[in-house]
């Protein structure tokens, strides 16, 4: 077995989902690729005391039930799941699916009334069991990212396998300057927006929810977003790659929304009203993950980056904002990309995705990276026990 496998393992079962002896577990799998990890994650859970619970997933098959399913299958079907999910304590998703478009010729209309028969069940997931998601290095992954599977490995594994105790240490002065926060304005090319946050909570993501993490979110309050954002980092989104995503928002509603394919965004945030709003702005801080890779879980991540999320907003960072769609789009602030700037309060926070106010300098690359190699379960577990001798 490999040893970057056994740790990883180690991260998603004692330091993310902390399993516990009799708790029940879901383990939910794609590609063939990810089986090493799924042995090995039950193996933990059973060496924990914990109860697994496995189930596979294939985009193929998804695709074909969707091109002919009606509503009230899809209710039914996401009804046993819900009934499922009720009965577990943790979940942890390893996906690693061989195609990302996978579901682009499925029609918007079958997408929209999957995501809306399905959100029952991710709301028991997210806000009622300890859970975490994460992508496995596959071919199709490498490719994306422009580099040999091997060498894609080795940033994987150093991603996913990082000190996320140090990360978390760090983090806790960006939430408290955020929780102190009333405004917030962003500038860069193309992009010059302010919003509030007062009031609505700000959350570290630490490895604790998914892998690789690296970021602190909050919500803008729901109709304070005025001005306009452009993207510069690729999303695919239902199976399909967007870019150059331009938002003009009013009062919090985008009001112009343009892309490489106008019609089809404009019909994606018309799939409800709250499509058009934004339930999510987080900063990525993650000093291992540079360039974008057309995968979220990366890309939202990406050191010196923002997201501003359309659609539906997390329960412990509440704005309101109600939604089927829930689309993290990334715009990167660093130099290379064009810079920008981030203002709390009329107070420069970042510029050039460096934090530049003494309280952040932890958190910028070169002070995560320094002493970089225990992970964050070694630094956890010693903690636990530290704190349960005193």
Not at 224 to 252: D, H, L, P, W
Not at 332 to 361: A, C, H, N, S, T
Request: include cysteine.
């Amino acid at each position: 077995m490999d040893a970057r496998i056994e740790k990883l393992s180690r991260q998603l079962t004692e330091y993310a989902c902390s399993l516990q002896a009799g708790e029940k577990v879901l383990i939910e799998y794609e590609g063939k690729e990810t089986l090493p990890l799924v042995q090995q994650v039950i193996r933990d859970a059973y060496r924990l005391g914990a109860v697994p619970f496995v189930e596979e997933k294939a985009g193929r098959v998804l695709r074909e039930i969707l091109l002919g399913a009606k509503e009230e299958q899809l209710a039914l079907q996401c009804e046993v799941e819900l009934a499922r999910m009720k009965e577990m304590d943790a979940y942890i998703s390893i996906r690693g699916g061989d195609n990302i478009a996978e579901l682009s010729d499925v029609p918007t209309e079958q997408l929209q009334l999957y995501d809306k028969m399905l959100q029952p069940v991710l709301d028991q997931r997210v806000n009622e069991t300890k859970w975490v998601i994460l992508r496995y290095p596959t071919p199709s992954m490498a490719q994306l990212a422009g580099k040999s599977l091997t060498a894609f490995e080795d940033f994987y594994f150093q991603v996913c396998n990082m000190d996320y105790w140090r990360m978390s240490l760090a983090m806790d002065a960006l939430v408290e300057l955020m929780n102190r926060t009333e405004s917030v304005r962003m500038i860069g090319p193309g992009t010059d927006l302010s919003f509030s946050i007062a009031g609505i909570p700000a959350v570290k993501c630490d490895g604790k929810m998914n892998i690789p993490d690296g970021e602190v979110y909050t919500a803008p309050v729901r109709e304070t977003v005025n001005g306009v954002i452009t993207y510069n980092a690729a999303s695919e989104m239902q199976g399909f790659v967007y870019e150059n995503v331009r938002f003009e928002i009013e009062k919090g509603r985008i009001v112009h929304a343009t892309a490489n394919d106008t019609a089809r965004i404009n019909a994606l945030l018309d799939a409800d009203e709250g499509a058009r709003y934004f339930g999510e702005f987080a900063i990525g801080v993650n000093p291992f993950v540079l360039e974008p890779m057309k995968d979220i879980l990366f890309d939202e991540k990406i050191c010196g980056s923002i997201h501003l999320t359309p659609g539906m907003a997390y329960e412990d960072a509440d704005n309101g904002n109600r939604s089927a769609v829930h689309w993290d789009l990334v715009l990167i602030q660093r130099p290379e990309y064009g810079g920008g700037e981030i203002w709390f309060d009329d107070r420069l926070i970042r510029k050039d995705g460096l934090f530049v106010v003494e309280e952040l300098l932890p958190l910028n690359p070169d002070r995560l990276m320094k002493e970089e190699g225990v992970i964050g379960i070694e630094r956890a577990l010693a903690g636990s026990k530290q704190k349960g001798s005193e």
